[in-house]
């Protein structure tokens, strides 16, 4: 199954084994992380696994989670480098699950391993093979729905729901889905809520989660053989919104054959 498929079938996964994941394997996800395609590519990042069969790691942190494995995010602080995050992560914990693994991001949590020099460890995934169901029903995901996420100015093709539905099922912090969008034939102005997370270390998961959103956008425009082209628009950055921000214009195309 491909990552497409994997959004509609990936759920957080809090219950682990503790059976090893083969040291391909582990090889093979940081390879993934390492070839993705990302929101800013001068941003310089680096994904590091920290094993923890014996339960031997001090993790700490308000969502820790017990696991045999953690993926590690480093990154260097720039512009961007919240969204950039989740947008690569995202892409590699479908890639996960399609390899049988179950895995959970954990807000506010830190692994005590040392990092790469000049950058941050931005968030930690729990990872490893599951206790409990790896795959969910994507009818029972607790989402809001499209008509109350969307403003439609103009009518949306078969595609474009297509989409819009896969953007739906981007996980967030605390599930708060911090985005908004307004939807044309041939592009999407999207946009996150600010009152949805008021403390500081929310609004870094918000950015994060911002960015997961947008690789469910990216992903699914493939599936549907879209170019799409993620671009801040500078007219739209300077407009003032009541009870959010502008985050980026998704500007979609057909490919033609």
Same mark, same amino acid.
């Given at each position: 199954?491909?990552?497409?498929?994997?959004?509609?079938?990936?759920?957080?996964?809090?219950?682990?084994?503790?059976?090893? *994941?083969?040291?391909?394997?582990? %090889?093979?996800i940081l390879y993934f992380g390492d070839n993705?395609?990302?929101?800013h590519g001068d !941003?310089? !990042?680096?994904? $590091?696994?920290?094993?923890?069969?014996? $339960?031997?790691?001090?993790? %700490? +942190?308000l969502w820790k989670v017990e696991a045999p494995y953690y993926l590690v995010f480093y990154s260097e602080e720039k512009e961007g480098y919240l969204t950039n995050a989740g947008y690569v992560l995202e892409h590699v914990l479908l890639y996960m699950t399609g390899k049988g693994l179950g895995t959970c991001y954990l807000g506010s949590t830190k692994v005590p391993v040392p990092g790469p020099a000049g950058m941050k460890q931005? !968030? *930690?995934v729990a990872f490893g093979y599951p206790k409990t169901l790896l795959?969910?029903?994507?009818?029972?995901?607790?989402?809001l729905p499209l008509k109350e996420l969307c403003v439609f100015k103009e009518e949306? +093709?078969?595609?474009?729901?297509? !989409?819009? %539905?896969?953007?739906r099922l981007a996980p967030s912090a605390m599930n708060t889905q911090p985005w908004r969008f307004i939807v044309y034939h041939d592009k999407i102005y999207v946009f996150s809520c600010r009152e949805f997370l008021p403390s500081s270390s929310l609004v870094s998961?918000?950015?994060?989660?911002? +960015?997961?959103m947008l690789s469910h956008l990216t992903i699914a425009a493939e599936e549907m053989?879209?170019?799409v082209k993620l671009e801040a628009e500078e007219a739209m950055e300077k407009k003032s919104y009541k009870s959010g921000a502008y985050v980026t214009t998704a500007f979609l195309k057909e490919y033609k054959c």
């Open positions: 199954m491909n990552l497409y498929q994997m959004i509609f079938k990936r759920r957080s996964i809090r219950k682990f084994k503790k059976d090893q *994941v083969p040291e391909q394997l582990l %090889k093979d993705i395609p990302r929101l !941003i310089q !990042i680096k994904l $590091e696994i920290s094993e923890n069969m014996e $339960e031997h790691l001090p993790v %700490k +942190g931005v !968030i *930690v795959y969910r029903d994507p009818a029972t995901a607790k989402r949306a +093709g078969e595609s474009m729901k297509n !989409i819009l %539905k896969a953007v998961m918000r950015e994060i989660s911002a +960015g997961i053989w879209i170019n």
